[in-house]
Protein backbone atom coordinates (compact mmCIF):
# COMPACT_ATOMS: atom_id res chain seq x y z
CA UNK A 1 0.00 0.00 0.00
CA UNK A 2 1.66 3.25 -0.97
CA UNK A 3 0.55 6.57 1.11
CA UNK A 4 1.60 10.25 0.54
CA UNK A 5 0.55 12.86 3.02
CA UNK A 6 -0.44 16.32 0.90
CA UNK A 7 -0.32 18.90 3.90
CA UNK A 8 -3.61 17.62 5.91
CA UNK A 9 -4.65 15.75 2.24
CA UNK A 10 -3.82 12.18 2.47
CA UNK A 11 -4.03 9.70 -0.80
CA UNK A 12 -3.71 6.21 -0.08
CA UNK A 13 -4.13 3.65 -2.97
CA UNK A 14 -5.84 0.10 -2.01
CA UNK A 15 -7.38 -3.06 -3.87
CA UNK A 16 -10.81 -2.02 -2.43
CA UNK A 17 -13.82 -1.41 -4.44
CA UNK A 18 -13.62 2.20 -2.70
CA UNK A 19 -12.92 5.10 -4.93
CA UNK A 20 -13.10 7.89 -2.69
CA UNK A 21 -13.32 7.93 1.15
CA UNK A 22 -14.25 11.06 3.44
CA UNK A 23 -14.24 11.29 7.21
CA UNK A 24 -14.71 14.22 9.11
CA UNK A 25 -14.26 16.50 6.67
CA UNK A 26 -14.16 20.27 7.71
CA UNK A 27 -12.87 23.57 5.59
CA UNK A 28 -13.36 26.83 6.56
CA UNK A 29 -12.40 30.47 4.93
CA UNK A 30 -11.17 33.67 6.83
CA UNK A 31 -12.81 36.89 5.74
CA UNK A 32 -11.29 40.24 6.02
CA UNK A 33 -14.05 42.46 8.55
CA UNK A 34 -11.21 45.27 9.27
CA UNK A 35 -8.30 46.30 7.39
CA UNK A 36 -5.18 47.18 9.74
CA UNK A 37 -3.56 50.87 7.59
CA UNK A 38 0.53 50.33 8.91
CA UNK A 39 2.04 47.81 11.79
CA UNK A 40 0.79 50.49 14.52
CA UNK A 41 -3.15 49.57 13.82
CA UNK A 42 -2.79 46.17 13.42
CA UNK A 43 -0.85 45.67 16.71
CA UNK A 44 -3.05 47.90 18.18
CA UNK A 45 -6.34 45.79 16.91
CA UNK A 46 -4.70 42.44 18.11
CA UNK A 47 -4.30 44.42 21.84
CA UNK A 48 -7.87 44.95 21.85
CA UNK A 49 -8.67 41.61 20.61
CA UNK A 50 -9.87 42.53 16.99
CA UNK A 51 -9.22 39.67 14.31
CA UNK A 52 -9.88 41.86 11.57
CA UNK A 53 -11.43 38.66 10.16
CA UNK A 54 -14.30 36.34 10.91
CA UNK A 55 -13.90 32.41 10.09
CA UNK A 56 -16.67 30.85 7.52
CA UNK A 57 -17.08 27.06 8.28
CA UNK A 58 -18.24 26.08 4.53
CA UNK A 59 -17.66 22.14 5.09
CA UNK A 60 -19.32 20.63 8.65
CA UNK A 61 -17.85 17.45 9.13
CA UNK A 62 -18.74 15.42 5.79
CA UNK A 63 -18.23 11.65 5.36
CA UNK A 64 -18.74 10.02 2.05
CA UNK A 65 -17.82 7.01 0.38
CA UNK A 66 -18.13 6.67 -3.52
CA UNK A 67 -17.26 3.28 -4.97
CA UNK A 68 -15.16 2.44 -7.87
CA UNK A 69 -17.34 2.90 -11.22
CA UNK A 70 -20.21 5.09 -9.73
CA UNK A 71 -21.90 8.16 -11.73
CA UNK A 72 -22.05 10.45 -8.15
CA UNK A 73 -24.47 14.18 -8.53
CA UNK A 74 -23.65 16.06 -5.79
CA UNK A 75 -26.49 18.88 -6.05
CA UNK A 76 -27.24 22.10 -3.41
CA UNK A 77 -28.12 25.72 -3.35
CA UNK A 78 -25.53 27.98 -3.80
CA UNK A 79 -22.97 28.38 -0.87
CA UNK A 80 -24.09 25.38 0.45
CA UNK A 81 -20.64 23.58 0.31
CA UNK A 82 -20.43 21.30 -3.23
CA UNK A 83 -18.04 23.24 -4.82
CA UNK A 84 -15.74 23.63 -2.01
CA UNK A 85 -16.04 19.86 -1.60
CA UNK A 86 -15.07 19.26 -5.29
CA UNK A 87 -12.37 21.40 -5.00
CA UNK A 88 -10.61 19.69 -1.58
CA UNK A 89 -11.33 16.70 -2.87
CA UNK A 90 -8.85 17.89 -6.19
CA UNK A 91 -6.50 18.97 -4.00
CA UNK A 92 -7.40 23.06 -4.89
CA UNK A 93 -8.39 23.08 -1.12
CA UNK A 94 -6.84 21.24 1.80
CA UNK A 95 -8.89 20.05 4.44
CA UNK A 96 -8.25 21.58 8.28
CA UNK A 97 -9.82 19.18 10.14
CA UNK A 98 -10.72 15.25 8.59
CA UNK A 99 -9.86 13.22 5.98
CA UNK A 100 -9.94 12.01 2.75
CA UNK A 101 -8.50 9.01 0.74
CA UNK A 102 -8.45 8.59 -2.90
CA UNK A 103 -7.83 5.30 -4.63
CA UNK A 104 -6.72 6.11 -8.15
CA UNK A 105 -5.64 8.73 -10.89
CA UNK A 106 -8.05 11.63 -10.47
CA UNK A 107 -8.67 14.14 -12.98
CA UNK A 108 -10.47 17.66 -12.33
CA UNK A 109 -12.60 19.60 -14.71
CA UNK A 110 -13.50 22.48 -12.34
CA UNK A 111 -13.11 25.66 -13.60
CA UNK A 112 -12.53 26.69 -17.70
CA UNK A 113 -8.69 28.38 -18.23
CA UNK A 114 -7.20 26.46 -15.04
CA UNK A 115 -4.05 25.08 -17.01
CA UNK A 116 -4.05 26.96 -19.80
CA UNK A 117 -2.35 29.18 -21.00
CA UNK A 118 -3.08 31.80 -23.28
CA UNK A 119 -0.30 32.76 -25.02
CA UNK A 120 0.84 29.25 -26.13
CA UNK A 121 -1.19 27.48 -29.27
CA UNK A 122 -3.83 24.75 -28.69
CA UNK A 123 -1.14 21.81 -29.26
CA UNK A 124 1.06 23.49 -26.23
CA UNK A 125 -2.00 23.83 -24.06
CA UNK A 126 -2.78 20.12 -24.58
CA UNK A 127 1.01 18.98 -23.27
CA UNK A 128 0.89 21.89 -20.44
CA UNK A 129 -1.91 20.63 -18.67
CA UNK A 130 -1.53 17.05 -19.82
CA UNK A 131 1.77 17.69 -17.41
CA UNK A 132 -0.28 19.48 -14.99
CA UNK A 133 -2.48 16.42 -14.70
CA UNK A 134 0.55 14.23 -14.66
CA UNK A 135 1.37 12.41 -17.67
CA UNK A 136 4.54 12.88 -19.58
CA UNK A 137 4.98 13.86 -23.18
CA UNK A 138 4.72 10.08 -24.46
CA UNK A 139 1.47 9.38 -23.07
CA UNK A 140 -0.01 12.50 -23.63
CA UNK A 141 0.96 11.18 -27.52
CA UNK A 142 -1.27 8.36 -27.54
CA UNK A 143 -3.86 10.83 -26.29
CA UNK A 144 -3.23 13.81 -28.77
CA UNK A 145 -5.32 12.50 -31.61
CA UNK A 146 -8.27 11.23 -29.45
CA UNK A 147 -8.21 14.92 -27.93
CA UNK A 148 -8.44 17.02 -31.04
CA UNK A 149 -10.91 14.32 -33.00
CA UNK A 150 -13.46 14.72 -29.35
CA UNK A 151 -13.15 19.05 -29.59
CA UNK A 152 -13.46 18.91 -33.80
CA UNK A 153 -10.76 21.74 -33.34
CA UNK A 154 -7.83 19.90 -35.49
CA UNK A 155 -7.67 23.02 -37.68
CA UNK A 156 -7.24 25.40 -34.10
CA UNK A 157 -4.35 23.31 -32.77
CA UNK A 158 -2.08 25.92 -33.91
CA UNK A 159 -3.77 29.19 -32.91
CA UNK A 160 -2.88 30.72 -29.89
CA UNK A 161 -5.51 29.73 -27.16
CA UNK A 162 -6.52 33.39 -26.77
CA UNK A 163 -8.11 33.15 -30.26
CA UNK A 164 -10.44 30.83 -29.26
CA UNK A 165 -13.82 31.29 -27.70
CA UNK A 166 -14.87 30.18 -24.61
CA UNK A 167 -16.87 27.56 -26.52
CA UNK A 168 -13.60 26.61 -27.80
CA UNK A 169 -11.66 26.64 -24.92
CA UNK A 170 -14.63 24.63 -23.12
CA UNK A 171 -14.39 21.57 -25.94
CA UNK A 172 -10.49 21.53 -25.61
CA UNK A 173 -10.28 21.65 -21.99
CA UNK A 174 -13.61 18.99 -21.71
CA UNK A 175 -11.62 16.38 -23.88
CA UNK A 176 -8.42 16.84 -22.34
CA UNK A 177 -10.07 15.57 -19.16
CA UNK A 178 -11.93 12.43 -20.63
CA UNK A 179 -9.23 11.90 -22.83
CA UNK A 180 -6.39 11.41 -20.18
CA UNK A 181 -8.67 8.44 -18.99
CA UNK A 182 -8.44 9.21 -15.23
CA UNK A 183 -9.88 6.48 -12.89
CA UNK A 184 -12.18 9.37 -11.39
CA UNK A 185 -13.36 12.28 -13.43
CA UNK A 186 -14.41 15.34 -11.17
CA UNK A 187 -16.76 18.19 -13.25
CA UNK A 188 -18.30 21.32 -11.66
CA UNK A 189 -21.39 22.36 -14.15
CA UNK A 190 -19.36 20.92 -17.51
CA UNK A 191 -22.91 20.30 -19.17
CA UNK A 192 -24.19 23.80 -18.38
CA UNK A 193 -21.39 24.89 -21.23
CA UNK A 194 -20.71 24.87 -24.55
CA UNK A 195 -23.37 24.51 -27.74
CA UNK A 196 -26.23 22.05 -27.99
CA UNK A 197 -24.26 19.81 -30.25
CA UNK A 198 -21.00 19.81 -27.68
CA UNK A 199 -23.64 19.11 -24.78
CA UNK A 200 -25.11 15.98 -26.94
CA UNK A 201 -21.65 14.89 -27.07
CA UNK A 202 -20.65 14.87 -23.38
CA UNK A 203 -24.22 13.28 -23.04
CA UNK A 204 -23.46 10.43 -24.89
CA UNK A 205 -19.74 9.94 -23.43
CA UNK A 206 -21.48 9.44 -19.84
CA UNK A 207 -24.08 6.91 -21.57
CA UNK A 208 -21.06 4.81 -22.41
CA UNK A 209 -19.14 4.87 -19.63
CA UNK A 210 -21.39 2.10 -17.73
CA UNK A 211 -19.54 1.92 -15.18
CA UNK A 212 -15.40 1.89 -16.21
CA UNK A 213 -15.15 5.15 -14.73
CA UNK A 214 -15.70 7.11 -11.25
CA UNK A 215 -17.65 10.33 -12.19
CA UNK A 216 -18.42 12.97 -9.24
CA UNK A 217 -20.77 15.52 -10.51
CA UNK A 218 -21.31 19.20 -8.71
CA UNK A 219 -24.83 20.62 -11.04
CA UNK A 220 -28.05 22.02 -10.82
CA UNK A 221 -29.50 20.50 -13.44
CA UNK A 222 -32.03 17.78 -12.37
CA UNK A 223 -32.82 16.44 -15.17
CA UNK A 224 -28.84 15.50 -15.38
CA UNK A 225 -28.47 14.05 -12.06
CA UNK A 226 -31.91 11.39 -13.09
CA UNK A 227 -30.72 10.69 -16.11
CA UNK A 228 -27.03 10.28 -15.87
CA UNK A 229 -26.59 9.25 -11.67
CA UNK A 230 -26.44 6.37 -10.36
CA UNK A 231 -26.34 8.37 -7.23
CA UNK A 232 -26.92 11.42 -5.75
CA UNK A 233 -25.97 13.48 -2.48
CA UNK A 234 -27.79 16.66 -1.26
CA UNK A 235 -25.79 19.24 0.47
CA UNK A 236 -27.18 21.58 2.64
CA UNK A 237 -25.31 24.63 4.75
CA UNK A 238 -22.19 22.05 4.72
CA UNK A 239 -23.45 18.58 5.53
CA UNK A 240 -25.02 15.54 3.76
CA UNK A 241 -28.54 15.88 3.93
CA UNK A 242 -29.53 13.36 1.76
CA UNK A 243 -27.70 10.80 0.43
CA UNK A 244 -29.76 8.21 -1.95
CA UNK A 245 -31.24 7.43 -5.52
CA UNK A 246 -31.29 10.38 -8.02
CA UNK A 247 -34.39 10.96 -8.15
CA UNK A 248 -35.30 10.39 -4.48
CA UNK A 249 -32.22 13.47 -4.15
CA UNK A 250 -33.23 15.22 -7.51
CA UNK A 251 -36.83 15.43 -5.78
CA UNK A 252 -35.66 16.66 -2.38
CA UNK A 253 -33.75 19.59 -3.68
CA UNK A 254 -36.22 20.84 -6.00
CA UNK A 255 -38.28 20.74 -2.79
CA UNK A 256 -36.22 22.97 -1.30
CA UNK A 257 -37.11 25.88 -3.58
CA UNK A 258 -41.00 25.50 -2.64
CA UNK A 259 -40.36 26.03 0.97
Not at 83 to 101: M, V
Not at 238 to 250: F, H, I, M, S
Amino acid sequence: MAKRELGTRTEQYTDGDIAIKIRGLHKSFRLPTEKAFGLKQAIFNRLRGVKGYREQKVLKGIDLEIKKGEFVGIVGRNGSGKSTLLKTLAGIYYPEKGEIIVDGNLVPFIELGVGFNPELTGRENVYLNGALLGFSNEEMDKMYDEIWDFAELRDFQDQKLKNYSSGMQVRLAFSIAIRAKGDILLLDEVLAVGDAAFQQKCNDYFESLHGNQTVILVTHTMSNVRKFCDRAILIEDGKVKLDGGPKEVADAYENLWKK
